[in-house]
């Protein structure tokens, strides 16, 4: 049996782990400290993968190919990848450490306030996850275009810290043409239902545009408060999914200006071909949206005063969210659903991060 990592523990000789700081469905995330000679101390984000998963080798090729892909791309919003360590059976992969709180969290935070959040934030975090983004999609390997999808934008991998800066997080379900290891079968989906893009529930090969698509579901999810492709279960959720059912923004967001909308609008068209040429494009044309408006205060500024607030009145400590949200594989069979969908998926399997006939 694999030995359960505890705090205090020390990995690979130099890394001291604190406290669990998130949950995920195949790994934990420490919040634990480097310590380097003469008494250097540096807080350090440290991913474990789950003690079962760490004795399959499939899963564990996974996770060493997640730290591959992560460390191979650099910009200053993604959490950058620093370290991996194999150690007494287990397998971490070490991180920077990011102080604040996941979009999720922020948005359910600004609601339940009363008080959504303003549309000028949520688009300086749209222009954050996309310039993240952009960093896989533009990706060249030895003079050859070498794109990463991310495949699984949503809420909770999108932190955004105290400093007003946002990171993309988790690249494990990462799509690269020079991927070593690709766990994802022939007619099998990846990533988490509601953030799906209309070409990939129809059985579509995911591509840098996909990733526009959950974006743009993002920044509509985080302007309303609740999700765009919410059904009552998960059949409906794919339905309008497939059928790209856009509920208008405008009549819920009367106060955000037409052309942002009109620019959320587009990144959400049913057809890849009809979004943006880039995602670094679409970010550009929300930087001009932006430029429109004269603002009083400066918007990195703004935004880390909302995620420091966030952070003391929910309690969150270490954590940037809360540690209850698991993401769980589960698998969408065509016995287990209604003749129509099966008709839909036949032989197409969904492998999502949520228990179906589970309502979020």
């Given at each position: 049996m694999v030995e359960v990592p505890k705090p205090g523990d020390l990995i690979g000789g130099r890394y001291r782990l604190i406290e669990v700081a998130g949950r995920g469905g195949m790994a934990d995330v420490w919040r634990a400290?480097?310590?380097?000679?003469?008494?250097?101390?540096?807080?350090?984000?440290?991913?474990?993968?789950?003690?079962?998963?760490?004795?399959?080798?499939?899963?564990?090729?996974?996770?060493?190919?997640?730290?591959?892909?992560?460390?191979?791309?650099?910009?200053?919003?993604?959490?950058?990848?620093?370290?991996?360590?194999?150690?007494?059976?287990?397998?971490?992969?070490?991180?920077?450490?990011?102080?604040?709180?996941?979009?999720?969290?922020?948005?359910?935070?600004?609601?339940?306030?009363?008080?959504?959040?303003?549309?000028?934030?949520?688009?300086?975090?749209?222009?954050?996850?996309?310039?993240?983004?952009?960093?896989?999609?533009?990706?060249?390997?030895?003079?050859?275009?070498?794109?990463?999808?991310?495949?699984?934008?949503?809420?909770?991998?999108?932190?955004?810290?105290t400093r007003g800066l946002v990171k993309v997080i988790d690249y494990g379900l990462a799509l690269a043409t020079d991927r070593t290891v690709e766990a994802t079968e022939p007619g099998v989906v990846k990533g988490k239902m509601s953030y799906l893009s209309p070409e990939i529930v129809s059985g579509g090969r995911p591509i840098p545009a996909s990733d526009q698509f959950s974006v743009g579901s993002v920044m509509w999810e985080a302007l309303v408060g609740r999700k765009l492709f919410d059904g009552a279960n998960d059949y409906e959720t794919y339905t309008r999914l497939r059928e790209c059912q856009v509920q208008p923004l405008k009549p819920l967001r009367p106060d955000v200006p037409a052309d942002f909308v009109g620019l959320i609008t587009r990144a959400l068209a049913a057809r890849p071909e009809a979004r943006y040429p880039t995602a670094r494009e679409f970010a550009r044309q929300i930087g001009t949206a932006l430029k429109k408006v004269q603002l009083r205060r400066d918007l990195h500024s703004m935004l880390a005063r909302t995620v420091v607030d966030a952070r003391a009145s929910m309690g969150l400590g270490a954590r940037t969210g809360d540690l209850s949200v698991l993401t769980p594989i589960a698998e969408l069979r065509l016995e287990d659903q209604p003749a129509a969908f099966g008709d839909r998926l036949r032989g197409l399997r969904h492998k999502l991060p949520s228990l179906f006939g589970r309502k979020k």
């Amino acid at each position: 049996m694999v030995e359960v990592p505890k705090p205090g523990d020390l990995i690979g000789g130099r890394y001291r782990l604190i406290e669990v700081a998130g949950r995920g469905g195949m790994a934990d995330v420490w919040r634990a400290e480097i310590e380097g000679d003469l008494g250097f101390r540096r807080t350090v984000a440290v991913k474990q993968m789950h003690p079962g998963l760490a004795e399959q080798p499939t899963y564990v090729a996974m996770f060493v190919e997640e730290a591959r892909l992560g460390a191979a791309l650099e910009s200053p919003n993604l959490a950058e990848v620093r370290d991996f360590i194999a150690d007494r059976g287990n397998y971490f992969m070490v991180l920077e450490w990011v102080e604040g709180v996941d979009l999720g969290t922020w948005t359910r935070w600004h609601f339940e306030r009363g008080e959504p959040p303003r549309w000028e934030l949520v688009a300086a975090v749209g222009v954050g996850v996309l310039r993240g983004l952009a960093a896989g999609h533009e990706r060249v390997e030895a003079g050859v275009p070498a794109p990463v999808v991310h495949r699984d934008v949503s809420p909770h991998n999108i932190l955004l810290t105290t400093r007003g800066l946002v990171k993309v997080i988790d690249y494990g379900l990462a799509l690269a043409t020079d991927r070593t290891v690709e766990a994802t079968e022939p007619g099998v989906v990846k990533g988490k239902m509601s953030y799906l893009s209309p070409e990939i529930v129809s059985g579509g090969r995911p591509i840098p545009a996909s990733d526009q698509f959950s974006v743009g579901s993002v920044m509509w999810e985080a302007l309303v408060g609740r999700k765009l492709f919410d059904g009552a279960n998960d059949y409906e959720t794919y339905t309008r999914l497939r059928e790209c059912q856009v509920q208008p923004l405008k009549p819920l967001r009367p106060d955000v200006p037409a052309d942002f909308v009109g620019l959320i609008t587009r990144a959400l068209a049913a057809r890849p071909e009809a979004r943006y040429p880039t995602a670094r494009e679409f970010a550009r044309q929300i930087g001009t949206a932006l430029k429109k408006v004269q603002l009083r205060r400066d918007l990195h500024s703004m935004l880390a005063r909302t995620v420091v607030d966030a952070r003391a009145s929910m309690g969150l400590g270490a954590r940037t969210g809360d540690l209850s949200v698991l993401t769980p594989i589960a698998e969408l069979r065509l016995e287990d659903q209604p003749a129509a969908f099966g008709d839909r998926l036949r032989g197409l399997r969904h492998k999502l991060p949520s228990l179906f006939g589970r309502k979020k």
